[in-house]
């Protein structure tokens, strides 16, 4: 509800005197508009595309600069961005810490850029890690973490969880998702399910101790996040391969971690984490009516019932989404 709305409520009510809402409206008038947001996302933004606009200036002037010097340049700018950081840093606390300012954040982000940049220009030009694919995908992860954990970034604890599932997709099925198109099949969809409960397990248990406890929405999106597509993809795969989950374990598993994204929206007020749970609950459950139809149905009727309950379920789907806040009685 906009201000002015609750105003006229409360003096419908009698709650408010007339003269206490124009001060109301006066002060909201005055009010200056903060940019806080907005220029925190101009200097994400504006890191992102440095990084990206070097690595393609070094690409086209490569043979005038020398690979020495763009290692040395990386290396530099790299332990300059992580000096600044750890200049500025906060002393350790399992709370929230508090910010020394947004520069720091942002320095020791760019300090973790430039090292995926530096270990894939050395893996690349010098063949760093040969053919250890797990190795270089594991380094970041060990080196993020910890970095996320005593600088308080959510951030590079992101990066540092992406690292760790790069690895574990390694480590598993070593470059399948370039050679073959079983991406998700058996151990592969296994070990991502896997990861993901632990991730989210990991939040839980984070928020339950009071470790870190603003953390644990990060590692719930990226772990259900990872838990659901892995699930889902397998789920959806009319070939599966040898040791993949059957529906009858995939759909329940899928419904209970929607219902427990479900759950814990409802108590953070979080709605990236409520439209995770019902977009996948509702692929979920179209899977199973589909399945259903077309084991009792012919093919055409199969059909029709399925081209009225497309266009009906999204709208509910679409209801639900517009109502939630009535629906859950999220403030």
């Not at 010098?126 to 951030?155: E, K, S």
């Not at 009319?238 to 329940?252: E, I, K, M, Q, R």
Request: glycine share 8%.
């Amino acid at each position: 509800m906009s201000p002015e709305s609750v105003l006229q409520e409360l003096l419908a009510r009698d709650l408010l005197p007339p003269a206490q809402a124009a001060l109301i409206r006066a002060d909201e008038a005055r009010r200056p508009f903060s940019l806080h947001r907005e220029l925190r996302l101009l200097l994400y933004l504006g890191i992102v595309l440095l990084s990206g606009g070097l690595g393609v200036l070094i690409y086209q002037h490569i043979d005038d600069i020398g690979h020495g010097v763009v290692v040395a340049a990386i290396a530099g700018l790299l332990l300059a961005c992580l000096g600044y950081a750890a200049r500025h840093r906060q002393p350790f606390t399992w709370a929230e810490a508090a910010k020394a300012g947004f520069l720091p954040d942002y320095a020791l982000l760019l300090g973790c850029l430039l090292f995926v940049t530096l270990e894939t220009y050395l893996q690349v030009q010098y063949g760093l890690f040969g053919t250890r694919y797990g190795l270089a995908t594991l380094l970041p992860a060990l080196v993020f973490l910890p970095l996320a954990y005593r600088f308080d970034h959510r951030g590079v604890l992101a990066m540092g969880i992406t690292a760790l599932a790069a690895w574990v997709g390694v480590t598993i099925q070593p470059l399948s998702a370039f050679t073959t198109n079983d991406f998700w099949h058996s151990r592969l969809s296994t070990a991502a399910m896997l990861l993901g409960l632990g991730l989210m397990a990991a939040g839980l248990l984070s928020e339950r101790y009071g470790r870190k406890a603003h953390f644990a929405f990060t590692y719930l999106s990226l772990g259900s996040n990872l838990l659901l597509i892995a699930a889902t993809a397998t789920l959806l795969d009319f070939t599966p391969g040898a040791g993949s989950l059957p529906p009858v374990v995939l759909v329940p598993l899928i419904l209970l971690v929607c219902a427990a994204l479900v759950w814990y929206a409802r108590r953070t007020h979080s709605y990236l984490l409520l439209l995770l749970g019902v977009g996948y609950a509702y692929v979920a459950v179209t899977y199973v009516l589909a399945r259903l139809i077309f084991a009792g149905y012919d093919d055409g009727g199969a059909v029709t019932l399925l081209l009225f309950y497309v266009p009906l379920s999204a709208a509910g789907v679409v209801w639900l989404l517009l109502n939630i806040k009535k629906i859950l009685r999220l403030k």
